[in-house]
């Protein structure tokens, strides 16, 4: 059942490994990327670019840096693989009295050390133990209904490595992560019980608050249960239609509880991938459903609106809210790993019955022969509501003379913790890069 199992790894990992970055490394257009399965490749790097970071509201003073990014890529197939390298920013100006050559805020924990792995990958879906390291983005457990479009370093002063572990034995299926395999911070697990097409799921996550920056503890849990409606098969595509619904709550918080139903579907073909989802959802007591978001590592500090309070003590009022999610990989030659596809995108909204409405989306291109690519990330939390919060970065990589030399851009709005409270910024950057993907 292709909707049911690692929605959120599968889809981001691929794309990790052989990018680095929002932006692919492109293959030509006439080699399918399965032409390298079972033989080892190889990919270096090297970024160079000026870096801005940049005050708002007069909240600290500008810094200036060079950039420079290596990176090593080693590829051994469907199942194995490495992506090591990370950003080392060396200050040119400003940062006021004292500031080092380096900067601090990027090596001054445990943690950030682990941003030197961007991937490590053993197994893949078919195997019966799967291990995955590195970045998470947008990743989503399972089910999504704890945790949801996660960003383990959308806080730009925090680097971990996350881990996600598989496993599968008859019909059950466990899925267990790590947001911090350094520090003591997210860990949680589904365990799913599928049989033919039903399915009957479990999670748990627990934030240990004890890496990243302090912050309160929190556990949720959830039960899932999902019915597949309909299968159709034809060729290499497949479609699927699911039915779904669950409860779940914050342990030790009395009247903390929520449920969900809701309906979705699968299409899948050679050049396209397609999941669609639908959900109607009741919250009561302070718990909701995609608690770990896209915001999460900023909102854990500061949740979006007035309070100022941290997501675990904030307000949630009581109601319902109707929740919509579409993913989908296309490529005019054939779908491969996510490096290869000429359109990426993945587009989630809530709305809640109370007035608050929460975006996030990501969309990539690839045009003119995979030679320009533009990948874009926007999230915005309690639109229609005071404090509402909003995040974004752009990214544009141009190749030139063959492929091997390409310019880099990168503009964005951030937000960065500072004693208890979030500081607005901004990045911006130019610079160039070569490689030997050609």
């Not at 990014?69 to 590829?75: A, F, G, I, N, R």
């Not at 950030?112 to 893949?124: A, I, K, N, P, S």
């Not at 809701?262 to 007591?285: F, I, K, M, N, Y």
């Amino acid at each position: 059942m292709p909707s049911r199992r690692r929605c959120g790894v599968t889809a981001l990992l691929p794309l990790l490994l052989l990018s680095g970055t929002a932006l692919a490394a492109p293959a030509p257009e006439s080699e399918s990327p399965a032409s390298h399965h079972g033989r080892w490749t190889y990919l270096l790097r090297l970024d160079a670019t000026a870096l801005a970071m940049l005050p708002r509201r007069g909240a600290s003073p500008d810094s200036g840096f060079l950039q420079l990014e290596p990176t090593l890529v080693l590829d051994g197939g469907k199942r194995l693989g490495l992506n090591l390298g990370a950003p080392v920013r060396l200050r040119a100006w400003g940062g006021g009295t004292g500031a080092g050559l380096v900067r601090e805020e990027d090596w001054d924990t445990p943690s950030d050390w682990g941003q030197w792995v961007r991937v490590l990958m053993l197994g893949d879906e078919s195997s019966p133990v799967a291990l995955w390291a590195g970045s998470l983005d947008i990743y989503s457990l399972l089910s999504g209904h704890l945790v949801r479009h996660y960003d383990n370093r959308s806080n730009p002063d925090y680097h971990p490595a996350g881990a996600v572990l598989t496993g599968t034995l008859g019909p059950l299926y466990v899925e267990a992560f790590s947001s911090d395999v350094l520090g003591a911070r997210l860990m949680g697990a589904e365990v799913a019980l599928d049989v033919r097409r039903y399915a009957l799921a479990l999670s748990a996550v627990h934030d240990w608050a004890k890496a990243g920056g302090s912050a309160r503890p929190v556990t949720l849990a959830h039960m899932d249960g999902s019915a597949v409606l309909m299968l159709r098969r034809s060729g290499d595509s497949v479609f699927e239609a699911q039915a779904f619904a669950g409860w779940g709550g914050r342990p030790g918080v009395g009247g903390a509880w929520g449920v969900v139903a809701g309906a979705g579907a699968d299409a899948v073909s050679p050049t396209l991938h397609l999941r669609a989802r639908l959900e109607v959802r009741r919250q009561h007591g302070g718990f909701r459903q995609g608690w770990f978001g896209p915001d999460y590592e900023l909102a854990r500090f500061q949740a979006a609106g007035t309070s100022g309070l941290p997501v675990a003590d904030a307000s949630i009022p009581d109601g319902h809210s109707a929740y919509g999610e579409l993913a989908m990989g296309w490529d005019a030659v054939r779908l491969g790993d996510e490096v290869h596809r000429h359109l990426h995108l993945v587009l989630g909204v809530e709305a809640f019955t109370w007035g608050r409405v929460d975006a996030d989306g990501r969309l990539a291109v690839q045009l003119f022969g995979r030679d320009l690519e533009i990948a874009l990330r926007g999230v915005a939390v309690g639109l229609r509501q005071p404090g509402t919060r909003y995040l974004g970065t752009g990214e544009l990589r141009w190749r030139f003379l063959g492929g091997r030399l390409y310019l880099l851009g990168q503009c964005g709005a951030l937000l960065y913790p500072a004693e208890g409270a979030l500081r607005p910024g901004a990045i911006t950057s130019l610079g160039l890069g070569m490689d030997n993907v050609r």
